[in-house]
C-alpha cells in the first residue's frame, strides 16, 4: 500500500510517501518527494496529492500553484520505477497549455500497467472533467478527451480500472448536482457517459465538496459481475449519504438505500470478492466526528450493523478503504486531528465477517 500527503509547517508544504508491505500494520518512515515547496499549490480535501502503484512503477500527480483566480495552476507529476527509491519528473497530463487551475485528480493504473488520470479544469471557458492515458508509466500521455465539459467545480472525481480495457469514472454533474458516471470499454479510447448515480435531481447552485465511490463485487458461484455505489446529496427529502447497486454496468440503479446515520459523508467503498466494505465520517451535532465501517457478505443485499472504527473526536476526515488481497480483510484510512491542530494518518485492519 502507498500513500501520500502533503505536510505543512507554517507556510511551508512539502509532499511526502510512505508505504506498507503487509496490508497497513506497520509502515515505512515517511520521505519527502523531491519536489520545491515553491511548486505546490495549497491542498485541500480531495485536492490533494494522488499516487498509483502497478508492479515497481509508481506515479504521483499534483497541482501546482498558477494563475486563476484561486492560485492554482498546471499539474506535476513524478514517476518511479523502482519501488520509490528514486524518482524523476513525469510528463504534464493535461494538453491544454494552461498555467491556470488543474484540480480534483485521481489517478489509477490497469491491471496491464497503462497509467489513467481525470481531472477538472477550465480549458473551454467553465469547469468539465478531463481525462488522459499513458501507456509508459507517466512519461508522456495520450491527447486529453473531456468526458463533460460542464461539471460541478470542486467535488472529487475517481477513475476505476475494471478489467481488461475497462475503466468508469465518477464525477458531481452540474444541472441537477447528482453524481454521474462515464464510462470506457477500450482501454480510455472512447468514452460514453453512462448517467446520473443516483438520480435525485438536485437543484443547487453551488458545490457540497462531496463526492462518491464505486465498486465491482463478483458472484462466488455464478461469477456475475455486479456494480456498487455510495453517493450523497443534499435534497431536501433524501438528504444524505446513499447506497446503490447495480446488475447491469450502471445502466439502471436500484432504488437508494440511505444510510440511517444523517450526519454520514465522505464516504468510501471497496470490494473483496463478493464482499463490501465501506467507511464513511459521522459528525454529530456538537462537531465531533467518527470514523465509521460496515460490511456487506452477499454483495450489498445485506449489511452487518456500523461499528467505530475511530471514536468521535474534534476532526476526522477524507476515510479510504481498500481490500488487502486477503478474504474479508479490508484496510481503512483516514486523517484524525490531534490536540494542538496537528493532523496525522491513521489505519486500521478490518475484517467483513
Known amino acids: 500500500v502507498d500513500l501520500v500527503y502533503a505536510s505543512q509547517e507554517k507556510d511551508s508544504v512539502e509532499i511526502k510517501h510512505t508505504f506498507s508491505e503487509n496490508s497497513g500494520s506497520t509502515w515505512s518512515e515517511a520521505k519527502s518527494l523531491p519536489i520545491p515547496r515553491v511548486e505546490i499549490f495549497q491542498p485541500g480535501r480531495a485536492n490533494g496529492p494522488q499516487v498509483a502503484s502497478w508492479q515497481n512503477h509508481l506515479a504521483v500527480v499534483w497541482t501546482k500553484p498558477g494563475k486563476s483566480k484561486w492560485g492554482d495552476g498546471p499539474m506535476g507529476l513524478l514517476i518511479s520505477n523502482d519501488g ?8 504534464n497530463p493535461a494538453d491544454d497549455q494552461s498555467i491556470a487551475g488543474h484540480g480534483y485528480i485521481d489517478l489509477a493504473f490497469d491491471e496491464a500497467g497503462s497509467l489513467h488520470a481525470v481531472w477538472l479544469d477550465s480549458r473551454d471557458g467553465g469547469q468539465g472533467v478531463r481525462y488522459a492515458r499513458s501507456a509508459d508509466f507517466g512519461k508522456t500521455w495520450q491527447p486529453n478527451q473531456t468526458l463533460q465539459s460542464r461539471t460541478c467545480t ?11 480495457g475497462g475503466l468508469r469514472v465518477l464525477y458531481r454533474s452540474i444541472n441537477p448536482r447528482d453524481m454521474a458516471m ?24 453551488g458545490c457540497p465538496h462531496v463526492g462518491g465511490a464505486l465498486a465491482q463485487t463478483e458472484a462466488q458461484t455464478t461469477h456475475v459481475k455486479s ?5 450523497w446529496s443534499g435534497m431536501e427529502g433524501k438528504f444524505g449519504l446513499h447506497y446503490l447497486r447495480s446488475s447491469d454496468q450502471g445502466s439502471q440503479w436500484s432504488e437508494t438505500e440511505v444510510i440511517t446515520d444523517r450526519g454520514a459523508s465522505q464516504a468510501d467503498l471497496a470490494a473483496d470478492g463478493q ?10 451535532k456538537e462537531g465531533k466526528h467518527s470514523v465509521m465501517f460496515n460490511a456487506s457478505q452477499d454483495e450489498g443485499v445485506h449489511w452487518s450493523s456500523p461499528i467505530v ?12 478503504i481498500f481490500s488487502t488481497g486477503v478474504a474479508g480483510q479490508f484496510l481503512a484510512i483516514w486523517l484524525e486531528t490531534l490536540p494542538g491542530d496537528q493532523m496525522i494518518w491513521k489505519s486500521k485492519l478490518l475484517s467483513a465477517s
Request: net charge positive; charged share 20%.
Open 275 to 284: 464482499r463490501l466494505g465501506m467507511v464513511w465520517i459521522s459528525s454529530a
Open 182 to 205: 462515464s464510462e470506457s470499454l477500450d482501454g480510455g479510447k472512447s468514452w460514453k457517459r453512462v448517467g446520473a448515480v443516483g438520480d435525485f435531481q438536485w437543484a443547487f447552485n
Open 309 to 320: 472504527v475511530s471514536a468521535a473526536g474534534s476532526e476526522r476526515d477524507t476515510p479510504r
Open 227 to 231: 456494480l456498487h455505489a455510495l453517493v
Open 154 to 164: 470542486c467535488c472529487g472525481n475517481h477513475i476505476y480500472p475494471v478489467g481488461a
Open 84 to 91: 520509490g527509491k528514486r524518482w524523476v519528473s513525469g510528463g
